[in-house]
């Protein structure tokens, strides 16, 4: 059963940059679509991202033009660049395929902060 595993968070000041990454082993990952999802403490989990298995983009709006997303299927990984961080982006970041056939992983923290 594939799995997502996502890594790549931390802690960073406002203002800085990371890099989320998502593998799914398993040659079918190249079919679905994907997608990035955050829940900040006390909050309902919250659609990012997507990605189509063609390239095409969604993003939400409090993120757009500050985040990008991209996906390399030759490697069955996501990635989610995240520039100029804000507090309010602190959340556990998961990722999934679209519709949610792998259910979630364990995620990864994003702590942004001073």
């Known amino acids: 059963q594939v799995q997502p595993v996502e890594s790549g968070g931390g802690w960073v000041q406002p203002g800085g940059s990371l890099r989320l990454s998502c593998a799914a082993s398993?040659?079918?990952?190249?079919?679905?679509?994907m997608g990035w999802y955050r829940q900040a403490p006390g909050k309902q989990r919250e659609l990012v991202a997507t990605?189509?298995?063609?390239?095409?983009?969604t993003y939400a709006n409090a993120v757009k033009g500050r985040f990008t997303i991209s996906r390399d299927n030759a490697k069955n990984t996501m990635y989610l660049q995240m520039n100029s961080l804000k507090p309010e982006d602190t959340a556990v970041y998961y990722c999934?395929?679209?519709?949610?056939?792998w259910g979630w992983g364990q995620g990864t923290q994003v702590t942004v902060s001073s």
């Open positions: 990605i189509t298995n063609g390239g095409s983009q």
């Open positions: 999934s395929a679209i519709p949610n056939v």
């Open positions: 398993g040659s079918i990952f190249s079919i679905y679509a």
